[in-house]
């Protein structure tokens, strides 16, 4: 097996979503805001080559949307999947499989993309999509609080391409799946979010997604304000915490641009990052 981190692109939320009702004088303490108060994100992907196959871990954004719709979001930085991809020796078309961490546009809107006609088509042509079937049932009739992030050009098409496959099962740890590492399941940020628990070179690698968005996030408390389930994501954050230093896990960060892969240590204030490394850098040693 081998990891490769794949760079969809750099964006900006507002500082106050992404972290609820901890005041501003703390976050942006880890995340400092611009004029608009908003903080910067990264789109951060993670590649899995595995004897004949190779696993993307969501797409960011994309890039089928309007200038309106990017406009709310401050692209930033030269990031581009496929030029990530190419840096790495694969190309779109080599990828056999996208796991979806969950159908937020920003984890899923680069799984579709328009074609020269127009017209939405899976961007992976000879890759089957992998979503949990319970945040599928969710995501296609969505809630109020979540509708603005399910859209449905990111989600429709996958059904109608038939590339879409279901992953089931209510864990909180799926062991037997159809890919090289267990799945935690978490259901504070939105139904059955996702997150690969990866086996690498001896070490345990925690995809953490909207779990964790950013080193900010790993107090307790810091929750965004975007959590469906805000209390239950602070028992779900708990939890997994405790266990990531007990077990000395690194966690692969999705959306911090700063901080790729961390390590862990319990402080007198509770979980804090140890210290940060490169993927390769950290692999190759």
């Known amino acids: 097996m081998q990891l490769y981190t794949i760079h969809a692109g ?12 901890v005041p501003k004088v703390l976050w942006e303490r880890t995340n400092p805001s611009d004029q608009n108060n908003q903080i910067e994100m990264a789109s951060r992907c993670l590649l899995i080559e595995s004897e004949n196959r190779l696993i993307l871990i969501d797409t960011g954004m994309g890039n089928k949307q309007d200038e309106k719709f990017f406009g709310h979001y401050s692209l930033w930085g030269t990031h581009n999947l496929d030029h990530s991809l190419k840096k790495v020796g694969f190309h779109r078309d080599d990828i056999t499989d996208v ?10 809107g680069g799984a579709i993309r328009k074609s020269k006609t127009k017209v939405l088509e899976p961007a992976f042509k000879n890759a089957s999509f992998w979503v949990h079937k319970s945040h599928w049932e969710w995501a296609i009739d969505p809630n109020p609080r979540e509708r603005a992030s399910f859209l449905k050009e990111n989600i429709l098409p996958l059904q109608e391409s038939g590339q879409l496959k279901f992953i089931e099962g209510n864990g909180p740890l799926l062991e037997n799946t159809p890919f090289p590492f267990s799945i935690l399941l978490v259901n504070g940020h939105t139904e059955k979010q996702m997150l690969p628990v990866i086996n ?4 345990h690698l ?4 909207d779990l964790i968005p950013t ?12 959590d469906t389930r805000p209390l239950l994501t602070l028992q779900e954050k708990t939890i997994f915490l405790e266990k990531a230093v007990q077990k000395n896990y690194l966690l692969f960060m999705e959306h911090d641009p700063y901080h790729e892969l961390v390590s862990l240590q319990m402080t007198e204030k509770g979980v804090r990052m140890k210290a940060h490394y490169n993927l390769d850098s950290y692999f190759s040693k």
């Open 206 to 209: 925690v995809f953490a997604a």
């Open 215 to 226: 080193v900010g996030h790993l107090p307790i408390p810091y929750i965004m304000g975007y």
């Open 10 to 21: 750099n964006f900006k939320l507002d500082g106050g979503a992404m972290f609820g009702v």
């Open 99 to 108: 796991f979806l961490t969950h159908l937020h546009f920003d984890h899923c």
């Open 200 to 203: 690498y070179k001896g070490e």
